[in-house]
């Protein structure tokens, strides 16, 4: 297979296409977030990266919290929306007919509608050109009761949607999880 070589760019894909929302019960926003992800496991650490014009940057750089809300696909359309649209004119919430839920742990309403609520605390920010970096705590997750089996998240039930080069899609099936590749197959025991 022969490559043609780019310059270098943003070609890192699928990402998670989630809505960050930020703000108060009574006063909030919805933000869709493509530069978003997981840093370290313990303690629990993600980022959002945003640009210092957004309207969010300013309620997140002083609330210093934010929830990062997964989409399923379903919610796709909205999440464009939300991204489209600055929340300094516009109701995102209202205008979405999304239902704000209170956090567990923080004063930023959570989107009911989607399956997987994310609570973050901001640590650090840190400005990287174009986008101002958020480091954040995750203090808690709020996860949908129709994803739970036996104590064990079925994210497949979730049909989340993913980001890739200015298009949507949805996740599909999966192919096999952490460790396949090196298990053992259940061999048949010897007769003796």
């Known amino acids: 297979m022969s490559k043609v070589n780019w310059k270098g760019g943003t070609l890192l894909a699928p990402l998670p296409a989630v809505m960050v929302s930020c703000g108060s019960m009574e006063k ?18 993600t980022y959002i ?33 939300c ?5 300094r004119r516009v109701d995102k919430f209202a205008k979405c007919n999304f239902t704000k839920e209170k956090a567990t742990t923080l004063e930023v309403p959570m989107i009911a509608e ?8 901001v640590t650090n920010v840190i400005s990287l050109g174009t986008h101002d970096m958020f480091l954040a705590d995750i203090v808690a997750v709020n996860v949908d009761e129709a994803l739970i089996e036996n104590g064990k998240l ?14 949507y899609y949805k996740l599909g099936e999966r192919i096999g999880k952490f460790g396949f590749s090196v298990k053992k197959k259940n061999m048949p025991k010897k007769k003796q």
């Open 114 to 121: 989607c399956p997987i609520s994310i609570e973050c605390k």
């Open 49 to 81: 990266s945003l640009r210092p014009e957004r309207y969010s940057h300013g309620i997140i750089r002083e609330s210093g919290e934010f929830v990062i809300n997964l989409t399923p696909s379903s919610l796709a359309k909205k999440a464009d929306f």
């Open 154 to 167: 079925c994210i497949n039930r979730a049909h989340l949607a993913a980001f890739a080069h200015g298009e």
């Open 28 to 45: 909030s926003n919805i933000i869709t977030v493509a530069w978003c992800g997981i840093i370290n496991t313990s303690p629990a650490k």
């Open 83 to 87: 991204g489209m649209y600055t929340g």
